[in-house]
């Protein structure tokens, strides 16, 4: 029995799973476990909780002090956590860039799947990248790997409960300064 | 006074940590009654798009339905569905959770790219 036209697209697929498997492992090693990083979460997860119920039993009265208190301890405890990802973060980027370096080896310029529909803009950009030829449904290993690692990244974290807080706000590692203490 | 939702969250955490968690959470799915924590919440919409992803990205990809449009029909119906299930299943009061665009957006990149994979990869496998 022939073989698919697009049987590399299961290629593609399965390096992104190994990978993504590969990463969170690392990260696990890395991050994860530290004790540093399990009690910056539970402060955070703690904080943002006893927030919410702060926030909802006092809705009517102006923000007191004490919220303003715990909001400032949330942020900081969620620069703390990001900072302690970053210094981690770099040797999981270096896996991704050579995972990524051998999925362009093996498959740069060739059509790794059909897409259903015709990209257009920045998208097809990404779908069509060093690809030959002028047909925009024909998908590059770029694309399907972006949306392999989005996905499958994603709720692979999700389910081995490494994704982030909710209760985190994203201020980044740089956050602006509060208005209230100037 | 109408009791608040979030205000039985302290009684129903003290009957979950019983080791009998999982036919509790089943029927919690379905339970307009039960009150919800929003990180279980969230988790619940979360994988609800994610499997409502995953199965139109492979009907679609098998039928098949070809065109952008029916990007824009995934996310209309997944946001649907969603919308649905809180709005009208839980009957949650989507106030106490961010509103609707909180609960809206939980999951749905990726159930995007999911959606997008599965469609992509079943349409060039199983026609061409």
């Known amino acids: ?182 | 006074m109408k009791e608040s939702k979030s205000s039985k969250l302290h009684v129903q955490q003290q009957h979950q940590h019983n080791g009998d968690v999982s036919p509790f959470f089943m029927g919690k799915l379905l339970d307009p009654e039960a009150s919800w924590d929003k990180d279980q919440l969230g988790d619940v919409l979360h994988w609800i798009r994610q499997v409502v992803a995953l199965i139109f990205g492979l009907l679609w990809g098998a039928i098949p339905l070809v065109g952008a449009i029916w990007i824009v029909v995934f996310l209309v119906l997944s946001s649907g569905i969603i919308y649905g299930y809180y709005a009208l299943v839980l009957k949650v009061d989507e106030e106490e959770f961010g509103g609707h665009g909180a609960l809206l957006q939980e999951g749905l990149f990726a159930s995007l790219t999911l959606f997008l994979l599965a469609w992509i990869l079943v349409y060039s496998l199983a026609h061409f």
């Open chain 1, 1 to 182: 029995m022939a073989s698919p036209r697009y049987a590399d697209s299961l290629v593609v697929l399965g390096i992104s799973i190994a990978s993504a498997f590969l990463c969170e492992g690392i990260s696990w090693i890395l991050i994860y476990r530290t004790s540093n990083y399990r009690s910056l979460r539970l402060s955070i997860d703690k904080a943002s909780k006893k927030l919410e119920t702060m926030k909802t039993t006092s809705a009517k009265k102006p923000k007191s002090k004490k919220i303003d208190r715990f909001e400032t301890s949330l942020k900081e405890s969620s620069r703390d956590l990001s900072l302690s990802k970053f210094k981690s973060g770099g040797v999981v980027a270096l896996v991704l860039i050579i995972v990524f370096g051998l999925l362009n080896s093996l498959f740069e310029g060739k059509p790794v799947a059909k897409l259903p529909f015709s990209p257009s803009g920045f998208v097809q950009k990404m779908s069509h990248r060093g690809l030959p030829g002028d047909d925009p449904t024909d998908c590059s290993m770029v694309f399907l790997y972006f949306l392999c690692s989005m996905s499958i990244r994603t709720n692979l974290q999700k389910i081995l409960g490494f994704a982030p807080p909710r209760g985190a706000p994203s201020t980044g590692l740089f956050p602006m300064p509060d208005s209230k203490t100037n």
